[in-house]
């Protein structure tokens, strides 16, 4: 089945720890996307990606680090930089920019 | 400032009636509107879209209307099913300059069919 695997679901982080939220897409997109959900807001963007070897900062981009070395996968690092890190992180990807983005189940992010 | 808005937080509907949720943006130069679904702890599910050359799009209990003048757009389900419980968010893009496909959400409604 083609989709989209975040991994884990729930992630605790220390202060002034990194810690990388995995993303994996098997559907053959070229663009993927990270955002960032709290309670009662929408998404917002972090940071997204339309090719390999390729990204642009998002609305929200303060803090995170990704990188996209394959087609398949878009890892968003949140530093220690990041002084609000607990959340509900999704990724996203789609065919392109007329296409809709198809998400994953989401990585839930709380600070020990 | 809040490009695209959900001014309703929740919607509460019996079931079989028409579930009409809505959706208002201020950003005339947004061409391509999309709805998710959203259960709690899950990832959005994309729902229907509707580009502005259109001003309505259906696929099965789904019909999403597109107001370009008033620049809103809504949501209607019909007839409404508790599964159907769910937030739902709209969502917009612009189709040209360099933040093409990304798309900006509102902040969601949260639906509740009542058996």
């Known amino acids: 089945d083609g989709g989209i695997t975040q991994s884990p679901k729930y992630l605790f982080r220390k202060e002034g720890q990194n810690v990388t939220l995995s993303c994996e897409q098997n559907?053959?997109?070229?663009?993927m996307y990270w955002y960032r959900q709290d309670p009662g807001q929408g998404l917002r963007l972090i940071y997204y990606?339309?090719?390999?070897?390729?990204?642009q900062k998002g609305d929200i981009a303060e803090g995170y680090s990704v990188s996209r070395e394959k087609k398949e996968s878009f890892p968003l690092t949140v530093t220690s930089a990041q002084k609000n890190p607990t959340a509900f992180y999704l990724c996203?990807?789609?065919?392109?920019?007329?296409?809709?983005?198809?998400f994953g189940d989401g990585t839930r992010l709380s600070i020990l | 400032d809040q490009q695209v808005k959900q001014n309703s937080p929740s919607l509460s509907v019996q079931e079989g009636r028409i579930s009409i949720l809505n959706c208002d943006y201020t950003n005339s130069m947004f061409d391509y509107f999309l709805w998710y679904k959203k259960y709690p702890a899950e990832g959005p599910t994309f729902l229907i879209s509707i580009s502005s050359i259109k001003d309505k799009n259906e696929d099965g209990r789904f019909t999403v209307f597109l107001n370009k003048s008033a620049k809103h757009l809504s949501l209607h389900i019909v007839p409404s099913q508790p599964g159907d419980s769910a937030v739902y968010f709209c969502a917009a893009s612009l189709l040209y300059g360099g933040s093409q496909g990304n798309l900006i959400f509102g902040k969601g409604t949260k639906l509740s069919v009542k058996p």
């Open positions: 996203a990807s789609s065919l392109g920019p007329r296409k809709p983005q198809h």
């Open positions: 559907l053959n997109h070229d663009a």
């Open positions: 990606s339309q090719i390999v070897n390729d990204f």
